[in-house]
């Protein structure tokens, strides 16, 4: 399809295991955005890309977390050491342009920590 | 406290109602503002943008009210499709950084 594609849909690790997420923007979309959401709560930041650079790295919550984006289109999350709190779903988004407050989201990734 | 706090709810409401949900945000240099939806278990979409001087979308309506930091979205003519949680979300960089609320949830019943 043309939408934003996130691979797991579902992911069930244990404590302690290293997580890969990734997100295939639409097409053309220069800006990538990675958000988690809990239950009860709205999106939450973590990290913006325009092309291949981190433009806003500032929602990551810790040094456990980390995102690349090496040609500027897929983008992998990765989370070392995982922890039961980040039990959450992880939304990759893409836009177009960068000011328009139009974000695509994917159906997300729901990371379950054991 | 929150950046973009928001009623949970739920609203409860019969098909046909009218509903309003409330934001508030607490970053006054914020400079766009939107409503977007979210289904049951389904990723977020933009349902509208939020302007100054109000504006309209059918049966939605919002409104900014900047002095007072507060956001609204009525709902007029309430459908089952409705049904879905409403996020407040406000943009403060220079890019489409968009900071959510938590949600109103909307429950339309026959």
């Known amino acids: 399809g043309a939408g934003v594609s996130q691979t797991p849909s579902n992911k069930v690790t244990e404590k302690g295991k290293y997580v890969e997420l990734r997100c295939d923007p639409i097409?053309?979309?220069?800006?990538l955005y990675w958000y988690r959401q809990s239950l009860g709560q709205g999106p939450e930041f973590l990290i913006y890309?325009?092309?291949?650079?981190?433009?806003?790295d500032s929602g990551l919550p810790n040094d456990r977390f980390f995102a690349v984006r090496p040609e500027g289109s897929v983008s992998t999350l990765k989370i070392q050491r995982t922890e039961r709190g980040d039990s959450a779903m992880y939304l990759c988004?893409?836009?177009?342009?960068?000011?328009?407050?139009?974000?695509?989201f994917g159906e997300g990734s729901r990371l379950t920590v054991l | 406290r929150k950046e973009v706090e928001q009623d949970p709810g739920p609203f409860n409401v019969p098909e046909g109602a009218t509903v309003a949900f409330n934001c508030t945000y607490s970053?006054?240099?914020?400079?766009?503002f939107f409503w977007y939806r979210q289904d049951c278990r389904k990723e977020p979409k933009l349902l509208m943008s939020?302007?100054?001087s109000g504006n309209e979308d059918g049966r939605f309506t919002a409104q900014l009210n900047r002095a007072s930091q507060y956001i609204s979205l009525l709902i007029r003519d309430s459908k089952l499709s409705d049904s879905a949680t409403y996020l407040c979300?406000?943009?403060?960089?220079?890019?489409?950084?968009?900071?959510f609320g938590a949600g109103t949830r909307l429950a339309v019943h026959p």
């Open positions: 939020v302007y100054s």
């Open positions: 097409s053309g979309h220069t800006a």
């Open positions: 970053n006054s240099a914020s400079q766009s």
């Open positions: 979300v406000v943009i403060s960089g220079g890019y489409n950084k968009l900071i």
């Open positions: 988004a893409s836009s177009l342009t960068t000011n328009t407050g139009e974000l695509f």
């Open positions: 890309f325009q092309g291949t650079g981190a433009a806003d």
